[in-house]
């Protein structure tokens, strides 16, 4: 864009420098008392305006996506490693949870304006905990190779772990399902990409606090991130970015990575030189 401003300005003085000249080759006359004719010249060009700025956070849909009774959430829980990994350490279920998926403008690894999806659910009932100043998780999820993946309907998130371990504790919970996935029309996704997850889950957190204004039953408190395998870099990169750009509008009470591929270098080495992790024929491809 500068480039293009100054190759304008520069022509627009080199045309206006051309203005005097005529097809007439004898030279103007003047003297004292007559001043010369000015010649006229091009019009200068209008300026070059900057292209607005990517709404970023904006949201584009809100769509109400059922309810999840305490019954059903502890139904989930019941038995097998959800009871020994979940109702063993959070207990049975506080809250109803209200579940939406919400679309929002972001960016991706390019800078291109692009949307996303997520999953959002708010604790609903009589408890206490269920409502006024309510923790929020920011959750990551795991790798996956589904196009079409989404934290709706996932047993990992929205299925499971987010839903039970905290929306049904009293936490509200926003789950990106990424750029690339779901209903994005992003035709690649920036795996492991710091800037580009980062944007994305802040886009995302941004989309899903303009569905809770207005709510009076719900505010907001403290922020919380975390995530699992490939939601463990991006909640790393997440809170780093959110710490850098936007200390105030998002002020991190914790965050708790888990099982991430922080040092990606020696990760890939370390896959390279035979002491590949399990799944690895998937990671590495991504």
Known sequence: MKTTAGLIVACTILLAACGGSSDDPTPAVSDATTPPVAQPGPAPAPPVAAPPPTPRGRLIANTPAGVKTRAEINELTAGGLERILLRNVTGEADCDVELRVIEYETIGARGETTNATASVAVPRGDNPVCSGDRPLVLYAHGTDADRNYSTLTNEEVMGGVVLAAFAARGYLAVAPDYIGYGRSTLPYHPYLNVEAQAADMIDALRAARTTLVGDATIRESKLFIT??????????????????????????AGSVPMSGPYALEYTLLETLRGRAAEGSNVLLPF
Do not use: L, W
């Open 227 to 252: 995530g699992y395998s490939q939601g463990g870099h991006v909640a790393m990169a997440t809170h780093k970015v959110m710490e850098r750009d936007f200390p105030v509008e998002f002020p991190v």
